[in-house]
């Protein structure tokens, strides 16, 4: 069946909009116990009066930076709830709960004696009878108070050959920040410590230490207003290659033709002859011709380029682009390169060229993510993007534990990136010595989860396989490119991976006629994924490896066939909203001789959270929930109780992207052709800024067809946003609302393939006073795209 009907973007209508509407109960939770109240309220305030004697003498010696008091929380008391009766408690016209540490540590500022007597008093109202129960639930939800100590990461052995990566606290206060920060350098030119301040984001306050002995630094840990010392990460790329011999025509640009342009953030680009018709001129480098090795780079821009071309596969359908010459990274054998350095070559490279929107990072670092606290590398990424509206295809980072046939590591520090597309590895095929079965996770592709159960990697393209021989010698089944004299050669590496994903991100954006949008770049990339039919593991593991799988080439992102239509939602959600659309054009003819909905349903959601450096593992501190399904009919609704605001609402909803809806023997039958689409994931309270379903209805149980698929059904679809308590708090003072951007796409497939759902659907949204338009594409490209 033909593919050349463009995708479509529709619009909410004025009344799809409602009001989020009150609820809860009154009840006390499980793990409060009243009898302990008396108690805690003691011992905080003794732990209280210890500060103001430390806070006092500081102040007598003038250092005006606040003491930190770290307040550990009840595992079972982590709700938003909870946090904001202890924020009634700490925070005095000003927000004094700063930060998040570890998953279950707050951390409070204390600035003087005025502070600290309104907050001693409100913890010591706890015991009066008459007091509200807010007070007693928040003291009840904390388990320990105690003055905060920094938390040290180094070994003191060779300290004076260490670089140490110091971390200051941010306060939420630029004022405060000012004189913790003026403190900090003025103390280490007065112990004559060698340091300098690094910039990683405008949130993370960290300076470079070295040269220090262990006198110096035994002073350094007294510093107040240390968060953390831990040893600055170096750098390396891994170029596992093999030479060999084959002969690829060299393609050159044709006249007049408007390609994508790639920044490639790497080691250089050599100017071989497959490479130099495609190079700029001009370029961006921080090093010394003699501190250059151009070989990684040259291996990922002939990926880029010449990927389909060198496999004689249509992997992306990408007919090439112009790239950017970015030198970020020196020849390690001349120079090693710490990661503040790193990052700001990466952050000068855009900034300076922020007219290139797509650029390519296969650089990254042994160093495995936290499971807990997403690492400062990711966070000075994320900023680089926001503050340049650019997207960056990351790679996920490589591991050679199956060198000793030992676990493979997670992700690596810098691939927990928020807002980028972090991409992962899978073997082309199988020879006799590799470890992975063809379309499998590569041996040496690193892993998820990322920090807070984040799904990383997102997405995942060929990087080639690995194993031994009967010698136990390593054997590299490698993906093809070009080595830095112009040879062919084969490598291995997410870093070859990824470069495959850039090309298509660039290859739709340069397609589109929609003004640079990233948003919609990763949602349609990511939407139309599928796994491998050989992947046959549960999904679970699948999104451990891979992400949500291997996307489709450019021209099946943005075209649809008769029997399937793409339709497109990008909007914000502010705080104390939802969207809720009761006419979704659900197409009638997908109804089976028996009266049932039948068919396939996929849905990506991709949101741009608000990011909080500040808050440990809620460093996303915004969340969208989807809901798609049917109900019986409209009802109108009584709005004169309290907690009802909206006038009409949907009678017997059930959502359709629940798992217990969908028979257990369906979702196990790794035979079943659909398992290569299938995602249905209990994402429940999970703040992922990647959401995907994938259903069939043919797989619900014989019982929930009956209830929820039988006709007559209306379809509806809900968008619900949710925010922490951090960036309420943080609002409520600025009075602004917060608000948060995303990109839904849904596609649903007739998958008898009986109706042209792509018309019926398009009549159905006009029936229902939609506002949608096709995707607006390139002339020059969509005629390329459909021959």
Same mark, same amino acid.
């Given at each position: 069946?033909?593919?050349?009907?463009?995708?479509?973007?529709?619009?909410?209508?004025?009344?799809?909009? $409602? &009001?989020?509407?009150?609820? !809860? %109960?009154?009840? #006390?939770?499980?793990?409060?116990?009243?009898?302990?109240?008396?108690?805690?309220?003691?011992?905080?305030?003794?732990?209280?009066?210890?500060?103001?004697?430390?806070? $006092? &003498?500081?102040?007598?010696? !003038? %250092?005006?930076? #606040?003491?930190?008091?770290?307040?550990?929380?009840n595992n079972d008391a982590l709700a938003k709830t909870y946090r904001k009766e202890i924020a009634n408690i700490f925070n005095t016209q000003k927000i004094n709960l700063f930060g998040l540490n570890n998953n279950d540590e707050v951390l409070v500022k204390i600035e003087n004696d005025e502070d600290l007597h309104k907050i001693s008093t409100k913890i010591s109202s706890a015991k009066k009878h008459l007091v509200g129960k807010g007070v007693k639930l928040g003291i009840g939800a904390i388990e320990e108070m105690e003055e905060f100590e920094p938390e040290i990461d180094v070994s003191t052995e060779d300290i004076e050959s260490d670089v140490l990566k110091v971390k200051l606290f941010n306060f939420g206060d630029s004022e405060l920040n000012t004189i913790l920060i003026r403190s900090f350098e003025k103390f280490c030119k007065e112990k004559h410590i060698d340091f300098s301040r690094t910039v990683y984001s405008a949130d993370l306050n960290i300076f470079k230490v070295q040269n220090i002995t262990l006198d110096e630094f035994n002073e350094l840990k007294e510093f107040d207003g240390i968060q953390?010392?831990?040893?600055?990460?170096?750098?390396?790329?891994?170029?596992?290659?093999?030479?060999?011999?084959?002969?690829?025509?060299?393609?050159i640009p044709i006249e007049g033709k408007n390609y994508p342009v790639i920044g490639v953030l790497d080691t250089g680009i050599a100017n071989i002859p497959h490479l130099k018709p495609w190079l700029l001129q001009e370029n961006f480098s921080k090093f010394h011709t003699d501190d250059i090795d151009k070989r990684h780079g040259t291996a990922v821009s002939g990926v880029i380029v010449y990927g389909d071309e060198l496999e004689n596969e249509k992997y992306t359908g990408f007919g090439g682009a112009k790239l950017f010459e970015a030198i970020v990274y020196p020849d390690e054998k001349m120079l090693k390169i710490p990661e503040d350095e790193l990052i700001e070559n990466i952050r000068e490279a855009i900034s300076e060229n922020n007219q290139i929107k797509i650029w390519n990072l296969s650089l990254g670092t042994n160093k495995e993510a936290d499971l807990i606290e997403f690492s400062d590398f990711g966070k000075a990424l994320d900023e680089i993007q926001d503050e340049n509206n650019v997207l960056i295809c990351k790679s996920a980072g490589n591991c050679d534990n199956f060198k000793i046939?030992?676990?493979?590591?997670?992700?690596?520090?810098?691939?927990?990136?928020?807002?980028?597309?972090?991409?992962?590895?899978?073997?082309?095929?199988?020879?006799?010595?590799?470890?992975?079965?063809?379309?499998?996770?590569?041996?040496?592709?690193?892993i998820g989860p990322g920090p807070s159960h984040l799904i990383k990697p997102d997405i995942a393209h060929i990087g080639g396989n690995a194993g031994f021989d009967d010698k136990n010698r390593l054997i590299l089944n490698g993906i093809k490119t070009f080595s830095s004299d112009g040879k062919t050669k084969s490598v291995?590496?997410?870093?070859?991976?990824?470069?495959?994903?850039?090309?298509?991100?660039a290859g739709v954006d340069n397609a589109l006629n929609e003004g640079f949008n990233p948003l919609l770049l990763k949602?349609?990339?990511?939407?139309?994924?599928?796994?491998?039919?050989?992947?046959?593991?549960?999904?679970?593991?699948?999104?451990?490896?891979?992400?949500?799988g291997v996307p489709s080439t450019i021209q099946d992102i943005l075209f649809n066939q008769p029997n399937e239509i793409t339709l497109i939602l990008q909007d914000t959600i502010?705080?104390?909203?939802?969207?809720?659309?009761?006419?979704?054009?659900?197409?009638?003819?997908?109804?089976?001789?028996?009266?049932?909905?039948?068919?396939?349903?996929?849905?990506?959601?991709?949101?741009?959270?608000?990011?909080?450096?500040?808050?440990?593992?809620?460093?996303?501190?915004?969340?969208?929930?989807?809901?798609?399904g049917t109900y019986d009919e409209k009802k109108d609704r009584d709005t004169s109780k309290a907690t009802v605001i909206n006038p009409i609402g949907p009678d017997g909803n059930k959502n359709l992207l629940t798992h217990s809806l969908y028979s257990k023997i369906a979702m196990k039958d790794t035979e079943n052709p659909y398992n290569k689409e299938r995602v249905l994931v209990a994402y429940g309270d999970k703040f992922q800024p990647v959401k995907k379903w994938s259903v069939n209805l043919d797989e619900f149980t014989a019982t929930n067809?009956?209830?929820?698929?039988?006709?007559?059904?209306?379809?509806?679809l809900k968008i619900d946003g949710l925010f922490r308590q951090a960036i309420e708090s943080k609002s409520e003072l600025q009075r602004i609302t917060p608000s948060q951007e995303f990109c839904l796409v849904i596609t649903i497939r007739d998958t008898k393939k009986e109706g042209n759902i792509y018309n019926e659907v398009t009549q159905l949204l006009n029936n229902f006073n939609f506002i949608h338009q096709n995707v607006k594409l390139k002339e020059n490209v969509r005629i390329q795209l459909n021959n």
């Open positions: 069946m033909e593919r050349n009907l463009p995708i479509k973007f529709f619009q909410k209508r004025a009344n799809d909009e $409602r &009001n989020t509407e009150g609820g !809860g %109960n009154s009840e #006390p939770p499980k793990w409060f116990n009243e009898a302990l109240i008396p108690e805690k309220v003691e011992s905080f305030v003794e732990t209280l009066k210890d500060v103001s004697k430390s806070l $006092r &003498n500081k102040q007598q010696n !003038g %250092n005006y930076i #606040p003491s930190v008091v770290k307040l550990t929380l953390t010392i831990s040893e600055m990460p170096f750098y390396e790329v891994t170029l596992d290659e093999l030479q060999e011999a084959e002969i690829v025509n060299v393609k046939n030992a676990p493979r590591r997670r992700i690596s520090q810098s691939a927990d990136s928020i807002r980028s597309l972090v991409v992962g590895s899978i073997s082309k095929n199988k020879i006799e010595s590799d470890l992975s079965e063809k379309n499998h996770s590569s041996p040496f592709s690193r291995v590496g997410t870093s070859f991976s990824t470069p495959r994903i850039t090309s298509i991100v949602a349609l990339t990511l939407h139309s994924c599928n796994y491998p039919e050989e992947m046959k593991i549960s999904i679970d593991e699948k999104l451990k490896h891979v992400g949500f502010e705080k104390g909203n939802f969207i809720e659309i009761l006419d979704f054009p659900f197409p009638q003819s997908m109804i089976d001789d028996e009266g049932y909905f039948y068919g396939e349903i996929t849905l990506t959601l991709v949101t741009s959270p608000i990011l909080d450096s500040n808050q440990g593992s809620e460093y996303c501190q915004s969340n969208i929930d989807v809901m798609f067809k009956e209830k929820f698929l039988k006709i007559p059904k209306n379809w509806y």
